[in-house]
């Protein structure tokens, strides 16, 4: 059972502030927590309930330092989700620090203040899907170790690197340098499916309402935007959801590859 | 002010059985009402606060034939959100019968059991960018006029015709006509940017977990699929969300056209 110390412990894992302290972060759900188990990240603690552990507790489990059962009432006390998981795990924040010569001939996703939980989530999916090598978000992006951030992701932030960083300094470092052109995806730009696109280099993705901030763009070798199209019906709507935008573009990078 | 009569009628339409009932949906918050007005959809009701009205109560308004003040927490009572709205609108379900003899050079797209609100109303904001002529959607998916549906599709299904309708006695009347491929986006199919694609036709998506029902996939001409790249990072997620696979297949769709 769970003791009301631990509790609060995991609670507190829901804001960035314990996490960072602590350096650990919470991954809810049999599908992700399965996604966890099958990756390099280190898990400290899992806490299911016991018709779970009945389930799964299985050699794979062994390696985990310490289970906890916990009633289905404890798990909606500690879970983030609006719907309680039936396991979850403590698992630690790697430890990663980006090194800039490790951008050459890789293909990263930059986020420039990118709020919203269940975007940044699927833009990791779908950078998994296209083999970016890594994401680079912004500090006032939401953190990727989020809970709700980790529960879009499904799995997909336990196998690609994700760095929190400034990005003006990032890329003013990087500035002019022709093997790594930098590219901002941004309204009114060249036509995506028409510029030239390389195979590696990176690529800006901005906040659901404001976009790319004019600083960055500033910084970017390239201004690349995804064309409507005039159909039977007239007015074309303002512009795609970032994760969608994210999508479309990758999709045409990795094509042209 | 609200009466309780109107407050329960609207919260009636919350619910997909009323709304087939009354022919009636709601429409929630600034930017989605703002479309709403811009299109050919009639609005009965429009209920907002007392700052709203004083914001925007100007001749586009006019044409509303009942305006109602409410308060905050007026609003709060009927609206189908987390965060309540500062004004909604009340509008008339358009009666829609598809006729198949207009699909003849068009681009539809057919949704089997899409039941995400969040997803459907991603998918038709996709639609709409790309120009795509009509959704149709399955019985058993979301309704189209689901509050969170309206609002995930962000004023584009006032713009994109929407029917609801079986799927395996539309694409069985199709059958065989070369005029009209059907495409079915599955796992383990074509490669979607090497394979041939027609200008119009039929473009099947499936489930969220399920994927699209074997009847409808053995009534599809082709297969495609969107493959996926290796990276620095091994094992690659199992799926795309349906949205984000909904923007890659219309894009490449658009950017041959």
Redesign the interface.
Known sequence: MLSKNKISFIKSLHQKKFRDEERLFIAEGKKVVEELL?SNFVIRTLVATADYLAAFHDTTLDEIPEILEAKPSDMERISALTTAPEVMAIAEIPATVLDVTMLKG??SLLLDDVRDPGNFG?IL??A??????QVISSLNSVDAFNPKVVQAA???LF???VYSIGLEGLLSELKSDPELPVYATVLGGENL?TAPLSKSGLIIFGNESMGIRTSLQELSDRKLT????????????ES??V??SA??VL??F??R?
């Open positions: 099958s890789k293909l699927t999916r779908i998994h899907w296209f083999g970016v090598d499904m799995g997909s196998h690609v690197p499916f995804i064309p409507s199209f005039e159909g039977s019906e007239g007015n074309r709507p795609l959801n994760g969608v999508a479309i999709a045409e990795r094509r590859g």
